[in-house]
């Protein structure tokens, strides 16, 4: 199995992460894959079942699993039966990511990168089964991320729990940054990746070991599956500085006001300057309760758009 050394992206969704994934697979020496929430599913499964003879459950499993699916990616059946002969889940992850790569045209590869979100979530997981991985966390003003959620069918819809959501999900890296040492894990501002692209993919190559190559400042480097396409619309090309500060003009007063009393000093620990500061005043009982009822019948309806959307783009109902 050829020794692909993976970086694992991750950090609160809608804070870059596909974004710096297409820069990093548009180099030469790198392949980047869709998210693949599954892995870790995969890896439970094998952990908790003995597949050492046998992958085909295993691989039953993984095939089936929608968010595979969303990857279009339909292997044939001498390539089955060749990932059924892996003796173990890393060996089968590693035979996927050889097998994309040889579908996209990327046969000398040998760094994956994966931009699954979550993946600071079970950095200690990824590490046993992948000992020579490193890691990115890539964090971004919470306030941009809120502004980037809100709008969208999943995540949280209202300002008071965006801001406990990004809080809630920035924990897992930074907890991360603690438990690594410098050599595995680094920190990347999605602000610097936009606003100075030449410097921090610089400083991410000497991460990775590669040289820096010119054609990661166009992004390019990865197709973005047809189910997630509407949700990254600016992820395919050069990074936009104009999506920096675009949540000053979307957000009302209020809703930063709420978003900055939620977070306490935590932006101010980040390096982001808050707008309100101390003053900031807290979401009222009434506030809490309108968001609350107005975040329950949007849940609702993006319950049914969600669902419509799986059928559509992974044919569900074959």
């Keep these: 199995m050829k020794n692909f050394s993976p970086i694992f992206i991750g950090g609160c969704d809608r804070s870059g992460t596909t974004l710096l994934g297409?820069?990093?697979?548009?180099?030469?020496?790198?392949?980047?894959?869709?998210?693949?929430?599954?892995?870790t599913e995969i890896f439970s499964e094998s952990a908790s079942n003995n597949y050492s003879e046998k992958m085909f459950p295993l691989l039953n499993a993984l095939y089936k699993h929608w968010r595979f699916r969303v990857w279009d990616f339909v292997l044939t059946e001498d390539e089955l039966n060749s990932a059924a002969e892996m003796s173990n889940?890393?060996?089968?992850?590693?035979?996927l990511v050889k097998t994309y790569a040889l579908r996209h045209g990327q046969e000398n590869t040998d760094i994956w990168v994966d931009h699954t979100p979550q993946n600071?979530?079970?950095?200690?997981?990824?590490?046993?089964?992948?000992p020579?991985?490193?890691?990115?966390?890539?964090?971004?003003?919470?306030?941009?991320v809120t502004n980037s959620i809100i709008p969208l069918m999943w995540g949280p819809n209202n300002v008071v729990q965006a801001a406990s959501w990004w809080s809630y999900h920035l924990g897992f890296g930074l907890a991360a940054?603690?438990?690594?040492?410098?050599?595995?894990?680094?920190?990347?501002?999605?602000?610097?990746?936009?606003?100075?692209?030449?410097?921090?993919?610089?400083?991410?190559?000497?991460f990775m070991g590669v040289e820096f190559e010119r054609q990661m400042l166009s992004g390019g480097g990865f197709k973005i599956p047809e189910f997630s396409k509407d949700w990254h619309p600016h992820a395919e090309g050069e990074p936009l500085?104009?999506?920096?500060?675009?949540?000053?003009?979307?957000?009302?007063?209020?809703?930063i006001e709420m978003f900055e009393a939620e977070t306490a000093d935590l932006l101010d620990m980040l390096g982001y300057e808050k707008v309100c500061g101390i003053n900031a005043r807290e979401s009222t009982f009434w506030e809490r309760k309108k968001g609350l009822f107005h975040g329950y019948i949007r849940r609702i309806q993006n319950t049914?758009?969600?669902?419509?959307?799986?059928?559509?783009?992974?044919?569900?109902?074959?």
């Excluded at 020579?132 to 919470?142: P, S, T, V, Y």
């Excluded at 500085?241 to 007063?253: C, F, M, N, P």
Aim: aromatic residues 10%; positive net charge.
């Design 22 to 39: 297409a820069m990093l697979g548009a180099h030469s020496r790198a392949i980047t894959t869709p998210e693949s929430q599954f892995k």
């Design 89 to 95: 889940v890393r060996d089968l992850m590693l035979w």
């Design 120 to 130: 600071m979530r079970t950095v200690n997981t990824l590490l046993h089964c992948f």
């Design 132 to 144: 020579n991985a490193r890691f990115i966390h890539i964090i971004r003003d919470g306030r941009a």
């Design 177 to 206: 940054e603690t438990f690594l040492d410098r050599t595995q894990i680094m920190r990347v501002k999605y602000e610097d990746l936009v606003l100075d692209p030449l410097s921090t993919l610089n400083i991410i190559c000497q």
């Design 241 to 255: 500085s104009t999506r920096v500060d675009a949540w000053k003009e979307a957000l009302t007063s209020r809703q």
């Design 304 to 318: 049914f758009r969600f669902f419509r959307w799986k059928r559509k783009h992974l044919h569900l109902s074959r």
